[in-house]
């Protein structure tokens, strides 16, 4: 932040943050777009994402989406297998080594997946940005031709919407299925009011994103951006600014205005400023706003190039190697983070390959815990919760085992789960009295399917507690 007139105060019309200036107002960024080596490559990895983003909802494994989030019935489907919320070690394994994954990555290669890889900056700066350009005529055609600027712009923002709409119905494809979907676009909104309001407000959001919000998502609203601090060290790989090499900067008038002094390598053009996305300067070091998106690298390989310098002024490299120290590639939290990732990834491949077509549970029955009859017998009641994760409708059927006389009172069994679902029945287990044992007694419940599911649960039928009577001294 500059600051002045000898107050240290900043002045109106100075940024306080890139994208803000003190008095409040908006400091629009219109960055040049480099297109150089690793923009080339960025651009090709940017639609080769768009492509799969747009089209995995069409893709069917085994039959089923590739990818379907289904929220609403709790069931989420990657790859062909379906999973349920009931599967919470599998969840919960998941979601770590997803966290421990990205913890990983930034620790070794910084924020390569802002850069390469983020929905936010793949769409900005490879879809609304260049088409922006195109319309407006790119940063200085826009200054220059201001007169056509209200009918292009009129024809931005349409375009803007119409891009939206495609993405918004794309992303929520994946929540409820592309025929779903379908189904609800060729119908009138009035038949699905919530799904056209969630549709509706998702291209809001889109569109207020893309066309005003823009860089403030990574610099102000994105968390991982925030995050950074703690995640990366000087080991780590980031886009930097080689200061030893650089530095005294001096510009070419000045050059040859001071032609004893020694100069650094920059110029001072600022070309590394004028296209960075997030308007920052790289040349003040590693800052939160960086996405590490290379386009100051393109910027200033192309200076160097024009002044016959060698390129990587601004490259990709760690904090060490820009001070001249050798990095690290093994440090503690890199072995840490791998070692977790390892162990992790292990539990989570382990429980997959013993994951069962179906996940049973029993809960006793509510009230009393047992009932007595009037013959005598004695009943509990049980209910047997059965989660189906197979792809078609199963019956299964419960048996007591350990209690040749017990008998299973039960409308629903063998109980019948659709696909997907869970279903829920009520058992009486019928016992004489005689096998309770200081009031209780241990039985199995078989439930099998007849198919692959097989299980055993050891379960306490609960009965008259006896009190016998101690033997008293002399007795
Ligand atoms: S400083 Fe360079 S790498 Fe960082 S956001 Fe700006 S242009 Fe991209
Ligand atoms: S583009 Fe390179 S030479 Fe120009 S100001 Fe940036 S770092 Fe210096």
């Known amino acids: 932040m500059s600051s002045d007139h000898g107050t240290g105060a900043p002045q109106a019309g100075e940024a306080v943050l890139s994208t803000l200036n003190v008095d409040g107002s908006?400091?629009?960024?219109?960055?040049?777009?480099?297109?150089?080596?690793?923009?080339?490559?960025?651009?090709?990895?940017?639609?080769?994402?768009?492509?799969?983003?747009?089209?995995?909802?069409?893709?069917?494994?085994?039959?089923?989406?590739?990818?379907?989030?289904?929220?609403?019935h709790r069931r989420f489907t990657i790859f062909g297998a379906t999973f349920?919320?009931?599967?919470?070690?599998?969840?919960?394994?998941?979601?770590?080594?997803?966290?421990?994954?990205?913890?990983?990555?930034?620790?070794?290669?910084?924020?390569?997946w802002c850069g390469w890889a983020c929905p936010q900056t793949v769409y900005m700066e490879f879809l609304y940005r260049p088409l922006e350009q195109w319309l407006?005529?790119?940063?200085?055609?826009?200054?220059?031709?201001?007169?056509?600027?209200?009918?292009?712009?009129?024809?931005?923002?349409?375009?803007?919407?119409?891009?939206?709409?495609?993405?918004?119905?794309?992303?929520?494809?994946?929540?409820?299925?592309?025929?779903q979907l379908f189904d609800w676009v060729r119908s009138s909104p009035a038949e699905h009011p919530v799904a056209f309001a969630t549709m509706a407000i998702t291209t809001g959001l889109m569109f207020f994103d893309f066309a005003w919000f823009?860089?403030?998502?990574?610099?102000?609203?994105?968390?991982?951006?925030?995050?950074?601090?703690?995640?990366?060290?000087?080991?780590?790989?980031?886009?930097?600014?080689?200061?030893?090499?650089?530095?005294?900067?001096?510009?070419?008038?000045?050059?040859?205005?001071?032609?004893?002094?020694?100069?650094?390598?920059c110029i001072d053009c600022r070309a590394c400023v004028a296209t960075c996305p997030t308007g920052i300067d790289i040349r003040?070091?590693?800052q939160m706003e960086c996405i590490h998106c290379t386009q100051c690298i393109d910027a200033c390989d192309r200076v160097m190039e024009r002044?016959?310098?060698?390129?990587?002024?601004?490259?990709?490299g760690t904090v060490s190697s820009f001070n001249g120290e050798r990095p690290r590639w093994l440090r503690p939290r890199t072995v840490f983070y791998l070692?977790?990732?390892?162990?992790?990834?292990?539990?989570?491949?382990?429980?997959?390959?013993?994951?069962?077509?179906?996940?049973?549970?029993?809960?006793?029955?509510?009230?009393?815990?047992?009932v007595q009859r009037d013959d005598g017998r004695l009943v509990n009641q049980l209910r047997v919760k059965i989660a189906n994760r197979s792809d078609e409708p199963r019956s299964y059927e419960i048996e007591v085992l350990g209690v040749e006389e017990a008998k299973i009172v039960a409308p629903q069994n063998p109980l019948s789960v659709a696909a997907g679902e869970t279903g829920m029945a009520v058992l009486f287990i019928e016992t004489s009295p005689d096998i309770f044992e200081r009031g209780r007694r241990?039985?199995?419940?078989?439930?099998?399917?007849?198919?692959?599911?097989?299980?055993?649960?050891?379960?306490?039928?609960?009965g008259p507690f006896e009190l016998r009577r101690l033997p008293a001294a002399g007795d």
């Not at 919470?88 to 390569?112: D, E, H, P």
């Not at 080991?235 to 032609?259: A, L, N």
């Not at 199995?444 to 306490?460: A, F, V």
């Open 84 to 112: 349920m919320p009931t599967e919470t070690v599998l969840l919960m394994l998941a979601l770590l080594g997803a966290v421990l994954s990205i913890f990983f990555v930034t620790a070794l290669f910084g924020r390569i």
């Open 214 to 265: 823009r860089e403030q998502m990574c610099t102000v609203v994105c968390p991982y951006g925030r995050i950074q601090s703690v995640l990366l060290d000087t080991s780590s790989v980031v886009v930097g600014y080689d200061g030893r090499r650089g530095e005294p900067r001096g510009r070419m008038g000045q050059r040859r205005r001071e032609s004893g002094a020694a100069f650094g390598d």
């Open 339 to 370: 070692a977790i990732l390892v162990v992790v990834f292990g539990l989570l491949g382990s429980a997959l390959a013993r994951r069962a077509s179906a996940d049973a549970g029993v809960l006793r029955g509510l009230g009393a815990p047992y």
């Open 26 to 72: 908006r400091r629009w960024i219109r960055p040049k777009i480099e297109r150089g080596r690793f923009w080339r490559r960025r651009l090709v990895v940017a639609w080769l994402l768009i492509a799969l983003f747009t089209v995995l909802p069409y893709v069917k494994v085994g039959g089923k989406p590739s990818i379907l989030l289904d929220i609403v």
């Open 284 to 286: 003040d070091g590693l």
């Open 136 to 179: 407006e005529g790119g940063r200085r055609a826009g200054r220059r031709h201001q007169e056509g600027r209200a009918v292009r712009r009129a024809l931005k923002y349409p375009l803007f919407l119409l891009i939206s709409a495609f993405l918004a119905h794309t992303f929520l494809a994946y929540f409820v299925g592309i025929e």
């Open 442 to 462: 241990e039985i199995t419940l078989r439930i099998h399917d007849g198919i692959d599911y097989d299980r055993r649960i050891p379960y306490r039928l609960l």
């Open 307 to 316: 002044i016959g310098k060698p390129r990587g002024l601004v490259r990709y």
